[in-house]
């Protein structure tokens, strides 16, 4: 399915990620450290890079650090675990694209690394014409369904390929941000879902009988009327994505805060972390209704 460069000095977690990856039909390449990932890159270049943190050498920081200034065509994964929480906030600000706590590979490392991949694919598709796209704008009214995440965000990103703006990467971040607001858009706030109601987690994990009673829920009477809206405005000097929902609930929670070691093995997909980390500026109405995540074309 995709090349992927692993990078990790645990043996024990090398095997387990190797297989997991392998068993998902992906070609991995493994390495223990980033200066031996730095190395390889050099003689070929992978699809994904998926790597620990703390590693001798050179760590996962400095290896996505590395990435995003050589590599920027190659999007970087982190792996967290307890204890390395700092590293990965520090990872997310410089352009890793998302994170899988090591407590949670068996569930989400495929998942996570399985988005990674078809939004790259969904860049490259349209970077043949790239800068042709001027200032798009378009709006989706969607139903409750988490299997259109993927589909609705990877033509967000392709519109942002086709603009010019922002690097693949960015336009990656981006699409993550944007998944992560509508997922909590339509199951935290149109379902009204807690976040201990197990058949979140099991939905996200892709149980598809927990998939089936989502999607029973949100064709109920309660809940059939209710939509979720996203808009995409793209201009020369910013892009403006607003997600909003008709439900009660609120799309966005805070607890545990993003970026503290709680929210790392927490969140899984379902926080803000990724948006907050990602996106330039996040501004939320006062009922917590509807985002609005802006993202710079150029900082400078």
């Known amino acids: 399915m995709a ?4 990078c990790e000095d645990s043996p024990t977690h090398t095997l387990l990620m190797q297989t997991l990856l392998e068993e998902d039909a992906h070609q991995v390449h493994c390495v223990e450290d980033g200066r031996q990932a730095i190395d390889w890159l050099a003689d070929q270049l992978p699809e994904l890079v998926v790597t620990d943190l703390r590693m001798p050498n050179m760590n996962g920081v400095e290896l996505v650090r590395t990435l995003i200034s050589d590599y920027p065509q190659i999007p970087a994964v982190v792996v967290t675990a307890r204890g390395s929480e700092d590293l990965a906030v520090d990872a997310l600000a410089l352009g890793a694209v998302n994170f899988v706590p090591k407590n949670s590979l068996n569930v989400l490392l495929n998942l996570v690394v399985r988005q990674a991949v078809a939004f790259s694919g969904s860049d490259r598709f349209s970077q043949s014409f790239a800068g042709q796209l001027h200032s798009p704008e378009f709006y989706f009214k969607l139903s409750n369904s988490i299997e259109s995440i993927n589909p609705v965000t990877q033509i967000v990103i392709q519109a942002l390929a086709a603009s010019g703006k922002l690097n693949m990467t960015e336009r990656i971040r981006i699409g993550f941000a944007v998944a992560s607001a509508l997922f909590n858009a339509m ?3 149109n379902l009204e879902l807690s ?7 099991k939905a996200i994990a892709g149980d598809s009988a927990s998939q089936d009673e989502l ?6 009477d309660a809940f059939r009327k209710r939509s979720v809206h996203l808009k995409v405005s793209g201009g020369e000097k ?3 994505i607003s997600v909003s929902h008709d439900g009660q609930g609120r799309l966005a929670r805070f607890s545990p805060a993003p970026g503290t070691p709680e929210s790392f093995e927490f ?3 379902r926080g803000m972390m990724l948006v907050t980390s990602f996106m330039d500026e996040v501004i939320f109405n006062s009922g917590f209704s509807e985002v609005v ?3 710079y074309h150029d900082k400078k």
Do not use: H
């Not at 090349?3 to 692993?6: D, N, V």
């Not at 999607?215 to 109920?220: G, H, Q, R, Y």
């Open 3 to 6: 090349s992927i460069l692993l």
């Open 267 to 269: 969140e899984q997909c």
């Open 187 to 189: 199951c935290y706030g």
């Open 195 to 201: 976040d201990e109601d197990p058949m979140i987690g």
């Open 293 to 295: 995540m802006v993202k």
């Open 215 to 220: 999607l029973s829920l949100a064709k109920s």
């Open 238 to 240: 910013d892009t403006r």
